[in-house]
């Protein structure tokens, strides 16, 4: 069982999910990043997304 299975916990949520197909590589990545932010691989990639997400639209919005 790797770290961040071990912090998994059965919580109900009405967020929306979805699947991602990973290099091994790069799991391994989120895994040791994940580790030394204290966070869970989701939680992780959720804030990275969000980021991304948010840099998008910010220029977006400048090409409009």
Same mark, same amino acid.
Request: include cysteine.
């Given at each position: %069982? #790797?770290? #961040? @299975? *071990?912090?998994? !916990? +059965? ?5 929306? &999910?979805?699947?991602?197909?990973? +290099?091994? =590589?790069? %799991? @391994?990545?989120? =895994? =040791? &990043?994940?580790? /030394? =932010?204290? &966070?869970?691989? *989701? #939680? $992780?990639? #959720? $804030?990275?997304?969000? @980021?991304?997400?948010? /840099?998008?639209?910010? !220029? &977006?919005?400048?090409? *409009?």
């Amino acid at each position: %069982m #790797n770290y #961040n @299975q *071990s912090l998994c !916990h +059965d919580v109900p949520t009405k967020k929306p &999910r979805t699947t991602i197909y990973l +290099d091994p =590589e790069l %799991m @391994q990545a989120l =895994e =040791e &990043r994940a580790k /030394e =932010e204290k &966070r869970t691989v *989701s #939680n $992780l990639c #959720n $804030l990275l997304i969000e @980021q991304a997400m948010n /840099e998008w639209l910010k !220029h &977006r919005g400048k090409e *409009s």
